[in-house]
């Protein structure tokens, strides 16, 4: 009995089996002529259930210190933790309220337990993680020099375009959106067919925009991107150095009894 438990709940080849059937399930589960079928959910929790129980058998298994020193360990008890509301529609009617709906949705976050199954996702986390760290500095630069376009462009240009500049939120997406260079040439567009033919608003709109394409869509996210992606690859440059550290000081050695010679 024991060696079955350890088959079905603690072998990796299983858990992937029942991760790729429990994701199949919830997206059928997502079209509205599969979804409120009797079937589809039944198999939903028969996957919460054989989740559950694998973390049951695991600390069983392993101890609790042992199972919750594990980063992947920790990752999957907080989805399984996630989907445990969606067995309570096993013993009581849940309405269909909106709020409740969400507790329900949140399910489909086990589909992210893929994820421990790709190759070295570890160290691509780990280089996430320490990227983030690296960018925070230019990513919150780079939001004050939004807040403060945004502000500045409600003053400016509230009554020739208050859809986009409304209000400093409408703003601050209008300049974010102008950032990621989605659709930008629109907005001076707009704000020239809305404005007195004869107002200065419409050469500085030209060249306000034109700047904050650059400065924060061109150079601000360029200059991310390079902070992030250099650090994303900085353990491939520490294994190459250490290589190299390593060939040098072979070639140290073999000079040294050359000459000893």
């Not at 001076?188 to 904050?212: G, M």
């Amino acid at each position: 009995m024991l060696k079955f438990f350890k088959t079905f709940f603690i072998n990796e080849w299983s858990i992937m089996i029942a991760i790729v059937c429990n994701s199949l399930v919830l997206f059928l589960m997502g079209f509205q002529e599969f979804g409120a079928t009797g079937l589809l959910t039944t198999l939903d929790h028969f996957f919460t259930v054989y989740f559950i129980l694998e973390v049951v058998v695991k600390v069983a298994e392993y101890g609790w210190r042992g199972y919750i020193k594990d980063a992947g360990n920790k990752f999957d008890l907080a989805l399984v933790i996630i989907s445990l509301p969606s067995l309570v529609e096993i013993f009581f009617e849940i309405p269909d309220l909106s709020y409740l709906l969400v507790f329900r949705l949140l399910r489909v976050l086990r589909m992210l337990r893929f994820m421990r199954f790709i190759p070295n996702i570890r160290q691509m986390l780990a280089g996430i993680q320490r990227a983030f760290r690296a960018s925070a500095f230019v990513l919150a630069a780079l939001m004050i020099y939004n807040v403060l376009l945004a502000i500045l462009s409600t003053y400016i240009f509230y009554n020739e375009d208050p859809y986009h500049f409304g209000d400093p939120f409408k703003s601050l997406y209008t300049i974010f959106q102008m950032f990621t260079l989605e659709g930008w040439n629109e907005i001076p567009e707009t704000i020239e067919a809305n404005a007195d033919p004869d107002s200065w608003k419409i050469p500085f709109a030209r060249l306000f925009f034109l700047l904050v394409v650059m400065t924060g869509g061109i150079f601000g996210f360029s200059i991310v991107n390079a902070v992030f992606v250099d650090e994303m690859v900085m353990d491939n440059n520490d294994e190459l150095e250490a290589k190299v550290d390593e060939l040098n000081a072979k070639i140290d050695r073999l000079l040294a009894e050359k000459d000893g010679d």
